[in-house]
């Protein structure tokens, strides 16, 4: 017999810390930040078509979540305040993200030292988010998606 997937009893925004708290069926609770789950970003526009096309979102580091919206009853979509809202959260994402947090966290800080990026805007070379492409509302399909 397979266990049940963790459900989300409890999700809740902290504007103020800038996190995301999510308690699950199976006794755990995360309280993820903002800029973890902007970076990590389940859409196109972040991960690409395939893990070779995944970017590395750099000066984050202030970014809140100023919108959650259900998406049926698999996933939320969070709405940053830099207006990125392209991605889709599943519970399981969630979940997995919550319990690998470190390992992920750790995972980007080498990846922006790699590239000699900055988790703070200021100091970043990143350039801007693009206004166009995948998941941005705009020109649907320019990036090759459909």
Not at 27 to 49: I, M
Request: proline share 7%; aromatic share 6%.
């Amino acid at each position: 017999m397979s266990e049940a997937k963790p459900w989300p009893e409890e999700i809740k925004v902290d504007k103020a810390a800038r996190t995301l708290t999510v308690v699950f069926s199976d006794g755990k609770t995360f309280v993820l930040p903002a800029e973890l789950l902007r970076v990590e970003s389940p859409s196109a526009e972040v991960q690409g078509h395939s893990p070779s096309e995944k970017k590395v979102v750099a000066g984050r580091m202030h970014v809140g979540i100023i919108g959650v919206e259900p998406v049926g009853n698999y996933a939320v979509k969070l709405v940053f305040d830099d207006l990125h809202d392209s991605g889709i959260y599943t519970w399981e994402y969630l979940h997995a993200l919550g319990e690998q947090q470190d390992a992920v966290w750790a995972n980007y800080l080498a990846e922006l030292e790699a590239a000699g990026l900055s988790r703070d805007p200021v100091l970043s070379k990143a350039p801007p988010p693009k206004s166009g492409g995948c998941g941005s509302g705009k020109a649907a399909g320019s990036c090759g998606c459909s």
